[in-house]
Structures are given as structure tokens and as C-alpha cells.
């Protein structure tokens, strides 16, 4: 994939995150690959008995057999080794929740939003002027590692039914520089919003984007991840389409005219989810996904915005995705 994304992502391989306790681990929780969360990760580098801890969240099945490792090992009997199981597993899981809730709060955690569902009828023309997305879940999106606003406002609004995940994007601009139209351009070396997202695969998501013009892309990525979630490639599978989604934009401006000031674009969008080979989710899935924008204007540097903070210089940094949880 020969794109800005990759060269950056290429050039981010030879680097280390500087914030380590802030990336997923990878451990193998009964059999299955399961990402371990920056709060995760962080509860166990502070927890007292993180050792152990450590080898039960990674092998479970040491749980069963920790009682008989103690008596063998330090001349405990069965049942002594068996309360103090139970008092270190009270300890790391309810000791360290004051550590959990704290971190969880930190600012260059990743981002948690609860999506809420609805049902409403909707017509996708860029005009948010149905009741529904005064309702909708609302984030802003900051400089990509949090660090400082955006130079503009960017605000997305969220909801979903038993079809569809709904997004607006309200994208301040004052200088809206766009020229491509069609499907799978290069929006991102112009004015776009993007949004990641999977179900549950940090390695394989969607990538879609819009820009001022009306253009859309489109593309499944797979990402090479190793087990610090480091990124060691991607491959974009542009071929991808999402045959069913719309969109639509509106702008308050004049699109490639530096020359007057500008006020905004918009977009509304539907993402039905059998364009992500999915079925409807249910109350309390929790799929990861981020939100970026890239804003130009005459005079400014490029701007890379983001929801969810990403500590490398790419996007694709899939273990810095945000938690879309599904409401009620
Ligand atoms: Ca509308
Ligand atoms: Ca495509
Ligand atoms: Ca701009």
C-alpha cells in the first residue's frame, strides 16, 4: 500500500512507544487471543502480587494447580495454599480496583464511549435536523496524541439500530482544501475523516473515510501486530467496497477557494453493519475503533486529529483504538 499511512507507519517500525505501559499486550486467555488493556496491563506493573497474577491471567489453568505449586514448593499444606490463592486473587482483583478506576481516567488512556441505540427513521442528506441526533453520543477529536486541542472543532455524533451505526461528523474550517471525487482517493493527502473500526480484531479492521466533496473509501486492513501491539506492516485491501453505506455532505464554504473564510463541513453517515459482516450487536458488546481527521488550511502545517490518543505517528495503531460500548 504506497500512501502516506504506510510510509509513516514503515518509519514508526524502528521505534519503540515511549508510553509502554500504555499498549495492549497479547495473552492467551483460555485458549484465546485476547488483547490485555492499558488498564489491565498498568493494574499489573502496580499490583502487589503482580507475579502471580501475572501467571494465572496468562495461563489459567494454573489456578487449579497453584494450591499443589505452593504445598510442593514451600512445604504449605493443600488447604493453607488454597486461602492464600484466595487472598492474593481478593487482593489483586479488589486491591488494585482504586488503581483501575484511576488509570482509567489518565489522558492518554484509550477512549471509551457508550454508543447509544434508537429507532428512528433518518433520511442521509448532511442535514442533522432529526430529533435522534440531538441524542446521539457526542465526542471531539484533539491533536492525535491528546496532547493539545485542534486547531478547529471536530465532533462526532453517535447511534446505532438494529441495522446500522449512524455517524455525523462536524468538521470546523475555516480553509476547506479538497479536489478528489472518487471512490478510494487519497483523501487523506487533502481534507478527510476516518473512521476504524472492528468487532473484535485488532490485527484485520475497516477503514473508511469522507471527505468535503462527497467522496467515500472504503478498505479492509491487515495489520502485522507483534506482541507489544506494535504495528510491523499493514496491507490495505482497497478492493473492499461497503455496498450499502451512505453519505452525504454539506459544506458552509467554498471548497478550494483560499481566498474567503470558511465555516464547516458535515457528514452523515450509515455504516450498516452487514457491510462489516456482522450481525447486530448486542447491548454490552464492546467493539475498538478510532476517529481521525486530517484538517489543512493556507499557512498551516497538516493537522493529524484523533478521538482515541495514538502514541506513534501513523493511525494505525490499532491498540490505541478507543471502546465503542453498545447501549440499550
Ligand atoms: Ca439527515
Ligand atoms: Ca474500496
Ligand atoms: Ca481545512
Redesign the pocket.
Not at 482497497?238 to 467496497?241: G, L, S, Y
Given at each position: 500500500m504506497d500512501c502516506y499511512l504506510k510510509d509513516t507507519i514503515l518509519k514508526s517500525n524502528d521505534r519503540r512507544c515511549e508510553d509502554a505501559a500504555a499498549l495492549p499486550l497479547k495473552a492467551n486467555m483460555v485458549g484465546q487471543e485476547r488483547p490485555r488493556s492499558a488498564v489491565e496491563f498498568s493494574r499489573m506493573q502496580q499490583c502487589p502480587f503482580n507475579k502471580i497474577l501475572s501467571q494465572i491471567l496468562t495461563q489459567p489453568v494454573l489456578i487449579m494447580q497453584y494450591p499443589e505449586i505452593l504445598s510442593k514448593s514451600v512445604g504449605f499444606s493443600k488447604s493453607l495454599s488454597l486461602f492464600l490463592l484466595a487472598v492474593v486473587l481478593s487482593s489483586g482483583f479488589f486491591g488494585c480496583q482504586t488503581i483501575e478506576s484511576g488509570r482509567a481516567e489518565s489522558p492518554g488512556s484509550p477512549k471509551r464511549i457508550i454508543i447509544p441505540k434508537f429507532n428512528a427513521d433518518i433520511t442521509i442528506d448532511a442535514h442533522l435536523n432529526e430529533p435522534v441526533w440531538q441524542k446521539a453520543a457526542k465526542l471531539s477529536l484533539a491533536e492525535k496524541t491528546g496532547a493539545t486541542p485542534g486547531r478547529e472543532a471536530t465532533e462526532v455524533w453517535l447511534w446505532y439500530d438494529d441495522e446500522a451505526l449512524y455517524l455525523a461528523w462536524i468538521c470546523s474550517d475555516s480553509d476547506i482544501q479538497a479536489t478528489f471525487t472518487e471512490?478510494?482517493s487519497r483523501f487523506w493527502e487533502e481534507e478527510v475523516c476516518e473512521f476504524f473500526i472492528t468487532a473484535e480484531n485488532l490485527e484485520q479492521y475497516f477503514e473508511l473515510q469522507w471527505n468535503p466533496l462527497g467522496g467515500e473509501?472504503?478498505?479492509i486492513i491487515d495489520n502485522k501486530l507483534d506482541d507489544s501491539g506494535i504495528s510491523h506492516g499493514i496491507e490495505g485491501h482497497?478492493?473492499?467496497?461497503a455496498k450499502s453505506m451512505k453519505s452525504a455532505v454539506e459544506v458552509e464554504g467554498s471548497v478550494s477557494d483560499a481566498t474567503d473564510t470558511d465555516v464547516k463541513w458535515q457528514v452523515e453517515v450509515m455504516v450498516p453493519f452487514s457491510d462489516l459482516n456482522v450481525s447486530t450487536p448486542q447491548a454490552g458488546d464492546t467493539w475498538r475503533g478510532n476517529f481521525y481527521r486530517f484538517n489543512r488550511g493556507t499557512g498551516y502545517d497538516a493537522e493529524g486529529l484523533a478521538w482515541s490518543p495514538v502514541t506513534l505517528p501513523s493511525f494505525h495503531q490499532p491498540s490505541r483504538f478507543g471502546y465503542l460500548v453498545f447501549g440499550d
Open positions: 471512490r478510494d473509501f472504503d478498505a482497497w478492493e473492499f467496497t
